[in-house]
């Protein structure tokens, strides 16, 4: 059984306390920084949307590169979908 870990990441100037096992703790503060990133660059091009607005563009940028990558035949698939699922969570958590 793994060891999991709390943390808490903040993504959009919002704080979650999420329970990931201690192996994926990197992985999500990583996407926790590109995901922030994404979010002051979505401001700044489109201002005056919501975060929610943000968050969800994110997400679909995201999912559709992972299309691409799924369709360009990516062997790496399984990293992709834990990624994605991660993601998913931190903004489900978000929403």
């Given at each position: 059984?793994?060891?999991?870990a709390?943390?808490t990441?903040?993504?959009?100037n919002r ?12 992985v ?13 660059e979505y ?23 992972n ?8 062997h ?17 958590k978000a929403?």
């Amino acid at each position: 059984m793994s060891d999991f870990a709390k943390i808490t990441v903040m993504i959009a100037n919002r704080k979650y306390t999420l329970s990931v096992e201690k192996k994926d703790e990197q992985v999500i503060r990583d996407a926790t920084e590109r995901i922030n990133s994404q979010v002051v660059e979505y401001q700044q091009r489109y201002k005056g949307k919501d975060v929610q607005d943000i968050l969800t563009m994110i997400l679909l940028n995201l999912a559709a590169s992972n299309g691409k990558e799924e369709s360009l035949g990516s062997h790496d698939m399984t990293a992709l979908q834990t990624r994605i699922e991660n993601i998913n969570q931190l903004l489900e958590k978000a929403v």
